[in-house]
């Protein structure tokens, strides 16, 4: 019902720039979070940021290793989340997946909650 695609990964120099994004496909009717998470070689995965909206706006959550350098942000129309990235370092060398919840109708049955997992997308910071 759901399907996650990451896209926007690739090579950048340390202290450059580089945008991810994440699109939401499917016929889900709400989406209850859209999130990222990154895995380093020999690390475990860690949440970068997530994003809820509420009646105020977006409200964002960030890890302590990215906060003031990376923005999550969404595009309600088209579905998608953003994760733009500045002053990158080598550490943060990674897969990005995009993760979130979903709320999904069928004929006959009660609203069904998913959480979903993209393939994920190499962010690779190297001079």
């Known amino acids: 019902q759901v399907q996650l695609v990451e896209t926007g990964g690739g090579l950048v120099q340390p202290g450059g720039a580089l945008a991810l994004s994440c699109a939401a496909s499917g016929y889900f009717h709400t989406i209850s979070y859209m999130a990222w998470y990154r895995q380093a070689p020999g690390k475990t995965r860690e949440m970068v940021a997530r994003a809820t909206v509420t009646g105020a706006g977006t409200q964002a959550q960030y890890s302590d290793s990215v906060k003031g350098r990376f923005t999550v942000s969404r595009d309600i129309f088209k579905n998608t989340l953003s994760l733009q990235m500045s002053n990158l370092r080598p550490e943060d060398t990674a897969t990005y997946f995009c993760?979130?919840?979903?709320?999904?109708?069928?004929?006959?049955?009660?609203?069904?909650?998913?959480?979903?997992w993209g393939q994920g997308t190499l962010v690779t910071v190297a001079s």
């Open positions: 993760s979130g919840g979903f709320y999904y109708s069928r004929p006959g049955l009660q609203d069904r909650y998913v959480e979903v």
